[in-house]
Every structure is written in structure tokens, then in C-alpha cells.
């Protein structure tokens, strides 16, 4: 069992920059790919970044793609997504993910975080 904990949410001017973290509990992070999966009110949850367990692979959205960063310390067990250029269309609950493969399928994902607040105000 993996468990997760997001945080670096906050409101935002469009244009602006935020930094995500996810936490994780276990000493085995680097036994984990990890993703990224946002979800805005009304839409269905929609993969944004994936990394492998090296961090050495990354995958990301065609939607944020350029204005997103995905990255890791496995030291730390953490995971981190650093945002530029937000737009309100960014708006979402941002929810982390581990999984034993790098991909950008939700289904594949069977550990998830509660998920942490971002708005980006026009």
C-alpha cells in the first residue's frame, strides 16, 4: 500500500506559476512510476504528467505540454509537478498517483492521493 499526499494548491493569476508535491509514504518510492491526474468540476479525471521510477522517462499531456514539469527525488520520496503560464482552464483538483508502469491510463493507477486544490483566476 502506497499512500499519498498532495500540496502546493492555491489560487493563482492566470499566467502565474505553481509548484506541486506529492509525499509518499513508503521507503520503496523508487518501485513506483508516478503520475499526475487533474479533475475539474463536471469533467472526468484527465491524466497531466506521468514519470518513470528512475525519473529518467517522462510523459505529459498534449494540453500542458511545454508548461509543466514533472519530477522526483527519490530520496525524499517525493514527486513534484511545477506549472507555468497557468491558465484558467488549469482549474482543477490535482490529484497524485503511483502505479508499477509509467503510463497515461487512469485505470492503470491503483493508488491515488486525496487530491489538492489549484485556481487560476482570468
Known amino acids: 500500500q502506497v499512500q499519498l499526499v498532495e500540496s502546493g494548491g492555491g489560487l493563482v493569476q492566470a499566467g502565474g506559476s505553481l509548484r506541486l508535491s506529492c509525499a509518499a509514504s513508503?521507503?520503496?518510492?523508487?518501485?513506483?512510476?508516478m503520475g499526475w491526474f487533474r479533475q475539474a468540476p463536471g469533467e472526468q479525471r484527465e491524466f497531466v504528467a506521468a514519470?518513470?521510477?528512475?525519473?529518467?522517462?517522462?510523459l505529459y499531456a498534449a494540453s500542458v505540454k511545454g508548461r509543466v514539469t514533472i519530477s522526483r527525488d527519490n530520496a525524499k520520496n517525493t514527486m513534484y509537478l511545477q506549472m507555468h503560464s497557468l491558465k484558467p482552464e488549469d482549474t482543477a483538483v490535482y490529484y497524485c498517483?503511483?502505479?508499477?508502469?509509467?503510463?497515461?491510463?487512469?485505470?492503470?493507477?491503483?493508488?491515488w492521493g486525496q487530491g489538492t486544490q489549484v485556481t487560476v483566476s482570468s
Open positions: 498517483t503511483a502505479s508499477r508502469i509509467m503510463t497515461g491510463d487512469r485505470g492503470d493507477y491503483p493508488y
Open positions: 513508503r521507503r520503496t518510492f523508487d518501485n513506483y512510476a
Open positions: 514519470i518513470s521510477r528512475s525519473g529518467g522517462f517522462t
